[in-house]
C-alpha cells in the first residue's frame, strides 16, 4: 500500500526555520542535557578572568604600601634627630664611667694626642709613680655640656674615680678641653702638696691654654707632664710658653710715603701723554715729507 506524502509535509524536513530560541535541545533519547551556546561561554569566560586579573593589582598595590612605608621610615631615620634621655651620650659621662686607666695614664676621649705622645708619657708618669707613689692621669675631652669649666670636670673625674679620700690622696687628674681651648688640674691632699700651688697655677695659665690655642695639645700634655714631675722631684722650673702680642701692622702709608709713590705716578703718566702725542706727529711728519 503506498503512501501519498504531499509538498506541506516533505517542506518542513527539506527546509527547516530557524529557531528563535538560542539554546538548542537535542531529543530525549540522545542527550539530556542542553547545549549552551557562543554568548554564554562569553559570559562565563569574562567571570572566570575577573578573580585573576584582580590578584595581580592587589599584590602591585600592597607592594607599592610596602615600598611607601619603607621610604617613610628611612626618611624619619635620616631626617629627624634622635632624643636621647639625659646626657648619657655626652664624651665627658664615657670617661667618668670608664674609669682611670689602667695600662696607661692618658684618656684621650678628643683623639688629639699620638702615639708618641702616648709612650712618652707612659714611661714618664710610670717612672714617678714607681720612685714616688703619685700617679698622675691626663684626659683630653673636645667639649662639656655637664658642667660649666674644665676645674668643675676635673674635680667630677677625682671624685668618680678616686671616691674616698685614701684612694685620691696621691692621684693628680691633669683635664684638657681642646674646643675651649683650656685646662684643669686638680688631685688629692698629697699630690698638691708635691707638686705646689705655684707650679700647678702656672702650669694651668700657660702650658695648656697657651699651646691649645695653637692647637699643639700633644705639646701642651707633655710640657705639663714635664713640669709637674720636676716639681715633685724638686728640680728647677722649665718653664712654660707665654702669649704672644700679635701687633697688626697698619695698612696705612705714612705721608712721606704717599709724597714719594705720588711723584712717582706724576711722572709715568707724563711720560705716557709725551708718547702718546710726540709719537703720532712723529708719524705724520715722516708720512708727509715723503710726499
Known sequence: M????????????????????????TPSLFCTKPIITCSTLKKQSSQSLKPLSAAPTTSWFAHAQQGLAALALSLALNFCPLVYSGNAAASEFDVLNE????????????????????????????D????????????????????ADAFEYADQVLEKWYPTVE?????????????????????????VQAVGENILDATVSENLPVLATEEKYNEAIYTSAKRLVAAIDGLPD??????????????????EETEEKR?????????????????????????????
Open 2 to 25: 503506498e503512501t501519498i506524502l504531499s509538498s506541506h509535509s516533505i517542506s518542513p524536513l527539506l527546509n527547516p526555520k530557524p529557531s528563535s530560541s538560542k539554546t538548542l535541545f
Open 99 to 126: 674609669g682611670p686607666p689602667k695600662e696607661t695614664y692618658v684618656v684621650d676621649d678628643a683623639g688629639v694626642l699620638s702615639r708618641v705622645t702616648r709612650s712618652d708619657l707612659k714611661r714618664l708618669l710610670s
Open 128 to 147: 714617678l709613680e714607681s720612685r714616688k707613689n703619685l700617679r698622675i692621669n691626663f684626659v683630653t675631652v673636645r667639649k662639656l655640656t655637664s658642667k
Open 167 to 191: 684612694e685620691g690622696n696621691n692621684k693628680g687628674i691633669v683635664v684638657l678641653i681642646t674646643s675651649q681651648k683650656e685646662g684643669a688640674i686638680t688631685g688629692g691632699p698629697t699630690f
Open 238 to 255: 722649665p718653664g712654660g710658653p707665654t702669649f704672644k702680642d700679635n701687633k697688626r701692622e697698619s695698612n696705612f702709608r705714612t705721608r
Open 263 to 291: 711723584g712717582q705716578f706724576s711722572l709715568v703718566v707724563g711720560g705716557l701723554l709725551v708718547i702718546a702725542f710726540v709719537v703720532p706727529m712723529a708719524q705724520y711728519y715722516a708720512y708727509v715729507s715723503k710726499k
